[in-house]
């Protein structure tokens, strides 16, 4: 009898383990582990994969995933995989900042990270900086010998890191999942790797959201330049259609080109860092302050101070301007494989800058600077000829939803319309007044769920973005007098 009530007991403790989450993907190779940014144990995995698929037999390259289990049991078989932008970013390392978008999807669908190779966990392409400069924090070329070498160095083969080869390892993924269908989620860059996969691999896209559009055939050495300057303009033309921005900042365009015509000979500022308070003393070039202009104009709730910043720097303080780049040079320098970077752009990008490109940044702000960073740097890395199909948006009866921010300096609503128009079964949905990556703003979420969910545009309300308002420009505090003073 005690015989077989141990063994029925053993029976119930076997059963309660295959039911706990994350059984069945010890099963299937997957670990349990956790990463910052989820509460929750999740599960991890590995596919190993050449590095170079032209050549199976040689080197390989482990593709790291991590998978946030749907929370209910009755789960849908389409998972939404997360691809990262940069490019440089790891998936996996965006978890925290992310996951609250896809609180709601997580219910009945699993969302997976996967770090593309090159980036974080899967063979990342690394160049160490000095944390302590925030020279290089701002604008890693002002090392551009140390980033040349590092780039040289470098002890993968940088050919096999094109966006075009590491679709395929997306693709293991999903066949390593066992699942037939994925949802893509893509943000920046992310959105060139969803819009290759789904070149790729049509018959394995149930759906797809693009935040923030890239496309393939967009260069992006010149882009940067453009883009960065039409966002440049409209802030200015903001200012001057606010009354209080206007009185308090008349000059606000002209303090930008003053600026830049001093950057030409350079000079230098001191400065503390933001974080630790350390002095520091910056040679301003034109480089350097290109980045100090352009990094704020993601978010509009810094680029609301730029009047004030501008101000400030044509005063002799660049304190106020460089706080605000470093507000976000420092959150993406956390998480940013240099190497791998350079790798997809030199290769994808680079040589397909031409001569009209050129002349067309030339006419910016802006100018060349952003060009002759890759132009410099390139040389120093191997790559290999990309297939002309990979710069062709692929025609698709897959169901694609392409958010814009209004004020984006990178990837502005024109590119979004322009692919949703390709894409054919798009819809373009632009939030006037946001910046770089709608889907982390407001309403955004409840779209993206109610988009994924039905696999359709009906019913979906978009309002939410369209009407947000804008920033309003920063005004700094004034002191009230003392009482002996009035």
């Not at 590095?51 to 390259?61: C, F, I, K, Q, S």
């Not at 997306?170 to 066992?178: E, I, P, Q, S, T």
């Not at 789904?198 to 260069?219: E, N």
């Not at 230098?268 to 308070?277: I, M, R, S």
Request: with cysteine; proline share 7%; hydrophobic share 45%.
């Amino acid at each position: 009898m005690r015989l077989i009530q141990s063994l029925l007991l053993l029976a119930i403790v076997i059963g309660l383990a295959a039911c706990r989450p994350g059984a069945s993907a010890r099963a299937d190779g997957l670990q349990p582990c956790r990463l910052p940014g989820v509460e929750r144990e999740i599960r991890c995995g590995t596919v190993t994969v050449p590095e170079n698929p032209d050549a199976p037999g040689g080197r390989t390259v482990d593709i790291h995933f991590a998978v946030v289990p749907a929370v209910a049991r009755n789960a849908q078989p389409d998972p939404v995989f997360i691809l990262a932008g940069g490019p440089g970013q790891a998936a996996s390392r965006v978890i925290g900042q992310t996951m609250a978008v896809f609180a709601e999807l997580n219910a009945r669908r699993d969302i997976v990270f996967i770090d593309q190779r090159g980036t974080g966990r899967s063979n990342a392409l690394d160049c160490p900086d000095d944390e302590d400069s925030l020279a290089v924090a701002l604008d890693p070329s002002q090392h551009m010998e140390r980033l040349k070498r590092c780039l040289g160095d470098l002890r993968s083969d940088t050919r096999q890191y094109a966006t075009w080869i590491a679709v395929g390892d997306y693709d293991a993924v999903r066949r390593k999942l066992g699942v037939d269908r994925v949802n893509l989620w893509g943000g920046s860059y992310g959105t060139r790797v969803a819009i290759e996969y789904l070149r790729q691999f049509p018959q394995q896209v149930r759906t797809a959201v693009l935040d923030g559009v890239a496309p393939p055939d967009m260069v992006l050495p010149a882009s940067f330049s453009i883009d960065a300057d039409a966002a440049l303009t409209a802030l200015a033309a903001a200012c001057k259609a606010d009354a209080r921005c206007r009185e308090r900042y008349p000059d606000f365009e002209t303090r930008i080109d003053a600026l830049l015509s001093r950057a030409e000979a350079g000079f230098d500022a001191d400065v503390a860092h933001p974080l630790t308070g350390q002095k520091q003393t910056l040679h301003v070039d034109r480089r350097l302050l290109a980045s100090l202009l352009r990094i704020p104009l993601y978010v509009p709730t810094l680029a609301s101070v730029m009047p004030y910043a501008l101000a400030s720097a044509g005063a002799g303080d660049f304190q106020p301007l460089v706080a605000l780049s470093a507000a976000v040079s420092g959150r993406v320098r956390e998480n940013f494989a240099l190497g791998m970077h350079f790798a997809v752009i030199c290769a994808e990008d680079l040589p397909r800058l031409s001569a009209k490109e050129r002349a067309d940044t030339a006419r910016t702000r802006f100018g060349s600077t952003f060009a002759d960073v890759y132009s410099e740097a390139c040389p120093a890395l191997a790559t290999r000829p990309v297939p002309d199909t990979f710069y062709q948006v692929p025609r698709s009866e897959v169901p694609v939803l392409v958010l814009s921010g209004g004020l984006d300096p990178a990837t502005p609503p024109r590119h979004g319309a322009a692919v949703a128009q390709r894409l054919g079964n798009a819809r373009h949905v632009e939030a006037p007044f946001l910046g770089h990556g709608v889907s982390t703003q407001a309403c955004a979420a409840r779209l993206i769920t109610r988009f994924v969910r039905n696999a359709s545009f009906k019913e979906l309300d978009t309002d939410c973005l369209e009407k947000l308002p804008a920033s309003t420009f920063f005004e700094p505090m004034q002191l009230a007098a003392p009482e002996s003073a009035k």
